[in-house]
């Protein structure tokens, strides 16, 4: 089994099992320990209560090693795995063949089983259950796939069998605390000692015997840029962290013991006043109390911890950090899909822009192939009630994109194949272009767009066209006046990409994002990156002082070839100013200052979303051919003339 092709499970993971504060013998290495815990000016603390030691780890203490040099051995028929461990938990990577089975154990410890690859049927105390999982698929015209990572968090005293799939399975187990069972497996015979039990002080935060997705979980900012899912049990805590580019962690000490293995990116790992470069499935014992520090690559690096015990301090800032989420989405707000354009009429291709007007949902519907080739004879621009019907307004005369409510219950439309702005009537007719030049020449791509109080309007063209030669310099950012004057307020290839647009609900703040920036296949780079830039508008629509405003998350394959395209497309705003964006990874919600206040899950990557219904405080959110709803404790600002 070569693991180097299954870490997609622990998407950007960065394994560290935590396992005691007991330090291992040697007094040259305490001395010199002592000596730099003085010299970081650190404070040692120590866990009373831990057991001894009964069974000694199998990775030794700041010694770096490859998964892979672990030997493979059967712990069942079909069921091939790799096991390390210390002294208070274990974890086992575990192949199995389509079919394969795990017999049904008494569990003797709490456990936690992720699903890295395939599928699963499990039973727990005799109820069936499945789980799956899903690689993160690339964007094109057609379709895109999220990635999914079902896992189940298991107490002592539990019943468990598990099935793999027709396709097989590749699974990792964490145990607190060890197994004799399984480290016999190992091929180590002579244990006569039982593990001494240990009970933790923390309760869980995960409810036993339900199978989650990884990513519903809460991302948690442990430090800046760097963000985690937590997992606690109630004698060991998983932490799934990610670690932005050429970031650094500073000497540090914490009283748990650590196990870090390295799933995505590099990792210079510094062990007291020693370097060493950490890669993929690479993993290190970090004694409790020991002085260590990490300077990121260039790839940015994602993780798994298992700490044991259980941090409090984590727990504190997850729950800390859910709890301000759940101001934003209430604690049981579901994602709800209202329609599959594939399985109802007319169908939806690829679904943009929607806007709540006159309590009806608005939105384009954009026909693409799977190379990007549009075709307006097969777009439409659709009318949605709240119960998930509708129908097209208007169909086989332009590929719309970004809409927006206009004078007299109209809507604003980017016709973005046509190279215009226009507005249009809520049965489709067409009153008049409002804007197709400038400079002389035709505007390229209408992307999205944003009305002030006074009726004028921004929009940004990324020159998204299938024409070869564009019209204008460079992509740009324009501003309408009401007397219909139009001004291009950014400079062209300013933004590499610039997608959504915002103003804040006082008028005095415009916020433009960036979609694609620094890739290799792309034809403009810019210093925008994965930014959300806020501006200030000024009297006559122009926009002064740039600033970075909040800064995307990026999905693991942008980040492997150093890109920084974080997918960014229609934003949200509501009334009090926090920011709602689609991305790549889903949709990430700012507060009004720009701090990153947690993300939605979906299938799809989603595309764009606005707020609607009576109180306008459910989210809208549209992903090709699907459209869902999620409530929201916020009530959503449109600028209705």
């Known amino acids: 089994m070569n693991l180097k092709n299954c870490p997609q499970l622990f998407v950007g993971v960065f394994f560290v099992v935590l396992f005691t ?23 040692e603390k120590e866990i009373e209560g831990l057991p001894k030691e009964t069974v000694p780890p199998n990775l030794d203490a700041a010694k770096v090693k490859n998964l892979e040099a672990f030997e493979q051995t059967e712990w069942h028929p079909g069921v091939k795995g790799r096991t390390v461990w210390g002294k208070g938990a274990m974890f086992a990577i575990l ?89 016999r497996k190992t091929g180590i015979k002579d244990l006569t000692k039982e593990i001494e039990k240990y009970q933790g002080l923390n309760s869980p935060n995960i409810e036993a015997n339900k199978v989650y997705d990884l990513f519903d979980i809460h991302l948690t900012e442990l430090a ?4 985690t899912r937590v997992l606690g049990g109630s004698n060991m805590m998983l932490s799934f962290i990610s670690m932005p580019p050429n970031s650094s962690f500073g000497h540090h000490i914490h009283q748990e013991e650590q196990i870090m293995a390295i799933l995505r990116g590099t990792v210079n790992e510094i062990l007291l006043d020693n370097s060493e470069l950490m890669e993929t499935l690479d993993v290190v014992r970090i004694p409790g109390n020991y002085v260590h520090a990490a300077n990121i690559g260039a790839l940015g690096a994602e993780a798994l911890d298992i700490f044991w015990p259980s941090r409090s301090d984590y727990l504190a800032k997850a729950n800390e950090s859910k709890a301000r989420f759940h101001e934003f989405i209430p604690e049981d707000a579901k994602l709800e899909l209202l329609i599959d354009g594939k399985k109802t009429k007319p169908e939806l291709f690829f679904t943009e822009g929607p806007k709540w007007m006159n309590g009806k949902l608005y939105f384009s519907n954009m026909y693409f192939d799977q190379d990007w080739n549009g075709d307006p004879k097969q777009s439409s621009i659709v009318e949605m009630l709240p119960d998930g019907s509708y129908r097209n307004i208007t169909q086989g005369k332009m590929q719309a994109n970004g809409l927006y409510p206009y004078k007299n219950n109209n809507l604003l439309v980017c016709d973005m194949m046509g190279h215009k702005v226009v507005e249009m009537t809520s049965l489709g007719q067409i009153i008049r272009v409002l804007v197709d030049q400038y ?47 139009i001004k291009r307020i950014t400079e062209p290839n300013e933004f590499a990409m610039p997608n959504g647009i915002l103003l804040s609900p006082d008028g005095k703040t415009l916020y433009i994002n960036n979609c694609f920036d620094k890739e290799s296949w792309y034809p403009v780079q810019s210093e925008k990156e994965n930014f959300i830039w806020a501006y200030d508008v000024q009297e006559d629509g122009s926009i002064s002082n740039g600033r970075q405003f909040a800064q995307v998350l990026l999905t693991e394959d942008v980040l492997n070839r150093e890109g920084r395209s974080s997918g960014a497309d229609g934003m949200a705003i509501d009334k009090e100013g926090n920011i709602y964006v689609a991305t790549f990874y889903g949709v990430q919600i700012f507060d009004n200052t720009g701090k990153f206040v947690g993300m939605i899950n979906l299938p799809s990557f989603p595309v764009s979303l606005c707020f609607g219904d009576d109180d306008m405080k459910t989210l809208y959110i549209v992903s090709y051919s699907k459209v869902f709803k999620i409530r929201t404790n916020k009530e959503g600002y449109i600028n209705y003339l």
């Open 439 to 485: 400079d002389g020449k035709p505007i390229d791509g209408p992307n999205d767009i944003i009305t002030d109080t006074k009726g004028g309007f921004y929009f940004t063209d990324p020159q998204f066209t299938m024409e070869a030669e564009k019209f204008q310099p460079g992509r740009a950012v324009y501003y309408v006046s009401p007397q219909g004057e």
């Open 21 to 43: 504060n007991c330090k291992p013998s040697g007094q040259e290495w305490e001395a010199k320990n002592r000596e730099l815990i003085k010299q970081y000016g650190l404070s």
């Open 95 to 183: 192949e199995l063949n389509p079919g394969a089975m795990i017999p049904e154990e008494l569990l003797e410890e709490e456990r936690f089983v992720l699903l890295v690859e395939g599928s699963l049927d499990l039973k727990v105390n005799g109820a069936s259950m499945k789980m799956t999982s899903r690689k993160r698929e690339a964007q094109d015209g057609t379709h895109s796939g999220t990635p999914r990572m079902d896992f189940i968090y298991l107490e002592k005293g539990t019943k468990l069998s598990i099935t793999a799939g027709s396709e097989g399975a590749k699974i990792c187990q964490v145990f607190s605390p060890p197994q004799l069972e399984y480290i």
């Open 224 to 227: 800046p840029g760097a963000f």
